[in-house]
């Protein structure tokens, strides 16, 4: 499967943003769908993630309550809802995807190591 995402930009912080990443391919509904963003000298982080039936959401700590996640197997999109952005939260974001279970009760896939395919990435830059 192929990434593309978009919708990146300028805003100030308290603003909101939604990203979009298209997916390529007839498969789009057997891959779960994650988002990671990294900033300058720091390693890339996960944002959060959709299962392939968009079921069930995970999220990392510093977004969870203000980003939200969701995916249309129609149209072969995921997005991210990102409110309450903070100037911390400025980095490059990128999409993934992977096959599999996202979630056991005991695990849940949020290493970038672990996702198979990767978006270019869109800039988000939240100023203060």
């Known amino acids: 499967v192929q990434l593309q995402a978009s919708g990146g930009g300028l805003v100030q912080a308290g603003g909101s943003l939604r990203l979009s990443c298209a997916a390529s391919?007839?498969?789009?509904?057997?891959?779960?769908m994650a988002w990671f963003r990294q900033a300058p000298g720091t390693e890339r982080e996960f944002v959060g993630a959709?299962?392939?039936?968009?079921?069930?959401?995970v999220y990392g700590d510093s977004v969870r309550g203000r980003f939200t996640i969701s995916r249309d197997n129609d149209k072969n999109i995921v997005y991210l809802q990102m409110n309450g952005l903070k100037p911390e939260d400025t980095a490059v974001y990128y999409c993934?995807?992977?096959?599999?279970?996202?979630?056991?009760?005991?695990?849940?896939?949020?290493?970038?190591?672990?996702?198979?395919?990767w978006g270019q990435g869109t800039l988000v830059t939240v100023s203060s």
């Open positions: 391919g007839r498969t789009f509904s057997r891959y779960n």
């Open positions: 993934a995807a992977v096959e599999g279970p996202l979630t056991t009760s005991t695990y849940t896939r949020d290493g970038a190591y672990e996702y198979d395919y």
């Open positions: 959709v299962n392939w039936s968009g079921s069930t959401t």
